[in-house]
Every structure is written in structure tokens, then in C-alpha cells.
């Protein structure tokens, strides 16, 4: 065949591989967070995590072409009890059933981009809820926060799990480290 008729079929076939290759992703982030004030030893709490989202789409990635694909996360809250337990075993705190109750729900997770000229900006919102019960008393706090970062090519999913852990380690930063939810674990020790 010549050159001039395998010309165009090469060009269609690298188009479409370019297309192509535009998917879906998923992230898995394992977000760690700590508890800088110290606490008094003898606390004792179980712990709960749930992941309350509506779904496990965080919102569309979108590239220099305008496509579009997902971003998606599956259920987080494994990830998001590990380091709730460890950062509560760092501090002394006994994980064990008793009375206290520490529940923390994942509530939001989104990502969103905005094109900017020759590059975009990507903000990615993690809210969280946490809950302390003990008999009948109850604490309930809620945080948010949104991480952004500016991208000249699309970015890729070792940039978008860096960028989903960033908003999530923060956002459990905020609720681990919030005197009034610290004051109530201090109160029962």
C-alpha cells in the first residue's frame, strides 16, 4: 500500500489513541494527620468512621482539549479510621468500647476545575464531621477545607491523590487539633 493512502489512516488512529486516552480516575488517598496539644493519660474511646457522600464521583478532571472524565473515590472510610485511630494512639488514647464514642463522617469530597489560559486550577473541598458521645453528654463539630492548586498540563493521578490527601489531612488536622473537641476528651479521662 502506498504512503499516501496509509497517510490519513495513521493520522485518524492517532487522533482517536488521543481521545482515548482521556479516562476516568480513581484515587486512593491515606490521609495522616496528628494531635499536637498533649493529653491527659487514661482516655479511652471506640471509634467510628463512616463515608456519607452522595457519590463516589468527586467531579470531572478536564484537559487542554476540553474533555472531561471523572474523578472518582471509592469508600474512604477505612483510610480515614486508620488515621483517626493512629493519631489518637500517638497521643495515649486507649482504642477500646466503653463508654466514649468518637465518630467521624466524611461529608463532602469534591473537585473542581477552573481553566485558567495556558493551564487550570483545581480546588478540591474535603468536610467532615466529628461526634464524641459519652453517656449523655455530646460534642459535634464540623470542618472544611478547600485545597487549590494551579496546573499548566492536566494534571495526573499521582497529582490528583496528592491533591485529594492534602484537603483531607487537612480537614482532619482541623477536627483533631479543635480545642472543644480535645476539652471533651479531656474531660473523661
Do not use: W
Not at 474511646?45 to 478536564?62: F, M
Amino acid at each position: 500500500m502506498r504512503l499516501s493512502k496509509l497517510l490519513p489512516i495513521i493520522s485518524a488512529a492517532a487522533l482517536l489513541s488521543g481521545c482515548a486516552s482521556f479516562v476516568a480516575q480513581t484515587v486512593i488517598p491515606e490521609p495522616q494527620a496528628n494531635i499536637t496539644q498533649s493529653l491527659p493519660p487514661g482516655i479511652t474511646t471506640a471509634t467510628a468512621t463512616a463515608d456519607l457522600r452522595p457519590s463516589q464521583k468527586l467531579g470531572n478532571r478536564l484537559n487542554h482539549r476540553g474533555d472531561q472524565a471523572a474523578i472518582n473515590a471509592g469508600n474512604l472510610a477505612p483510610a480515614l479510621n486508620k488515621s483517626l485511630q493512629e493519631a489518637l494512639i500517638a497521643k495515649g488514647i486507649k482504642i477500646e468500647t466503653g463508654r466514649m464514642q468518637f465518630t467521624l463522617e466524611l461529608t463532602q469530597l469534591t473537585y473542581k476545575v477552573n481553566p485558567e489560559g495556558p493551564g487550570q486550577t483545581v480546588s478540591v473541598t474535603a468536610g467532615m464531621r466529628a461526634r464524641l458521645d459519652n453517656g449523655s453528654e455530646h460534642y459535634l463539630g464540623q470542618y472544611s477545607t478547600t485545597q487549590e492548586q494551579r496546573f499548566i498540563a492536566t494534571p495526573n493521578e499521582g497529582d490528583n491523590t496528592h491533591l485529594v490527601n492534602r484537603a483531607l489531612e487537612a480537614t482532619l488536622q482541623r477536627c483533631l487539633n479543635d480545642p472543644k473537641l480535645l476539652n471533651f476528651l479531656k474531660g473523661y479521662q
